[in-house]
């Protein structure tokens, strides 16, 4: 049986990329710093000590982070046998956002330049708002802003709520978010609002990465809670994924949490809903328990990322990644001879850097499973120069046609 199970951590950098310069984030390092938090006792809350992950460190994390962060993160010195590969990836694609850390590990790296909209008030183009208003039968928006999500919703959500007028605004990514309540302004009139606006946005040529509905609940600023209703809206990979040529081989593929909305829907056969990290692990296992050979199993992590990294929440960062690796058990005790499990990421998004935005940082590349041959030498596959070598590494594995971007390093 030949199956791949991905497992995204979206959002854990082990440090910053060799053109990080570009980016602004010379230094940043997200697992780097967690660790050295956690044992400084300055990540206490809810948990205690130092950093605990045993058994991503049996499968090299600790080693591969040494070499991408230039130092060993405090606390991980486990030195023994590693039975997977692990190294590090370089991303190709010219952005440090969601679709092209997702797009290149499948194989097709970002090689143009995405729109961003201008840090300025009103941000988004004067036509485009009043087209969408127009066509949207709406009473004017709120926002045209650069923000936090969260504060946002916080700041307009009263008066969102009293004037029917959506919450309209972007961050540093190539992003157009819309939040509304799901009861006062409906959740179906959002995602129609959403879908108008991602056409609205291809029409005037407008390269932006994603649009996103950002649904909320509660009655006042106090309470106010964004939902699990989120939805994407994506534009396709400019070239077909390894996702892609699975499909076409007659294969299946699995998405979990937000994948099939990242890839636009296409490449996929089945996707599972699920919200949160747990939720997400319990519905990776019952996958991998019923997916059929040619299969590739793809959750995504969100927590980490939307939670934890936005949010500046080292603590929790901390106590989500003990509870990722406490049920990583579980999860390899369920696996099948053919089964390739690979842990990576698709940027970073250092919980102690200033702002709240992704950072540009080397992904961990972690391969195991229940047959994998390790090479006498060892399991340090080292720098990898691009994120795609992981979706080469699956189109081996699963004998479909190579992707034009990566080298293999599974025999």
């Given amino acids: 049986m030949a199956r791949a199970i991905i497992l995204m951590l979206d959002s854990f950098g082990v440090g910053a990329s060799a053109d990080a310069e570009a980016f602004g984030d010379v230094g940043a390092n997200t697992f780097g710093h967690i660790a050295a938090a956690c044992a400084a006792g ?132 190539s992003v157009l978010q819309i939040a509304a309540h799901e009861e006062s302004f409906g959740l179906q009139r959002l995602l129609t609002l959403c879908e108008l606006a991602r056409k609205k946005l291809d029409a005037h040529n407008l390269r932006v990465g994603r649009v996103i509905a950002r649904p909320f609940a509660g009655t006042n600023a106090n309470n106010f809670k964004r939902t699990a209703n989120r939805r994407d809206y994506s534009v396709l990979p400019p070239a077909p994924t390894v996702l892609d040529k699975l499909v076409a081989a007659g294969g299946e593929v699995i998405s979990i949490g937000k994948i099939a909305d ?50 500046r929440n080292v603590p929790g960062y901390a106590r989500a990644l003990e509870a990722f690796d406490q049920r990583l058990p579980e999860l390899i005790a369920a696996l099948k001879p053919g089964d390739r499990v690979f842990i990576a990421a698709d940027h970073g998004c250092d919980p102690t850097w200033p702002g709240s935005d992704h950072t540009r940082e080397y992904i961990p590349v972690i391969c195991f499973g229940p047959d994998l041959e390790i090479p006498a030498t060892g399991g340090n596959i080292g720098r990898r120069a691009s994120f795609a070598d992981i979706g080469q590494s699956i189109a081996s594995h699963l004998g479909l046609p190579a992707t034009e971007y990566g080298e293999s390093f599974l025999k």
């Fill in 42 to 173: 300055k990540a206490d809350e809810g948990r205690q000590g130092p950093l605990k992950l045993p058994n991503l460190e049996k499968l090299g994390l600790g080693l591969l982070a040494t070499e991408s962060g230039g130092e060993q993160p405090a606390g991980f010195t486990y030195d023994g046998p590693v039975n997977a590969l692990y190294g590090y990836a370089q991303e190709l694609s010219r952005g440090k956002d969601t679709p092209s850390g997702h797009w290149e590990i499948a194989g097709v790296p970002v090689l143009f330049d995405w729109h961003y909209f201008p840090n300025t008030v009103p941000t988004f183009p004067a036509d485009f708002i009043a087209e969408l208003i127009a066509e949207a039968d709406l009473p004017g928006i709120l926002g045209d802003c650069h923000a936090s999500g969260t504060e946002i919703i916080a700041k307009l959500g009263d008066e969102h709520i009293a004037s029917g007028k959506p919450i309209i605004y972007t961050s540093a990514d």
């Fill in 262 to 311: 990242i890839y636009a829907h296409q490449g996929i056969t089945q996707s599972v809903k699920a919200s949160g990290n747990d939720a997400i692990f319990n519905a990776t296992l019952a996958a991998i328990q019923v997916a059929p050979e040619q299969s590739i199993i793809f959750p995504n992590f969100v927590d980490f990322d939307m939670e934890y990294g936005h949010r």
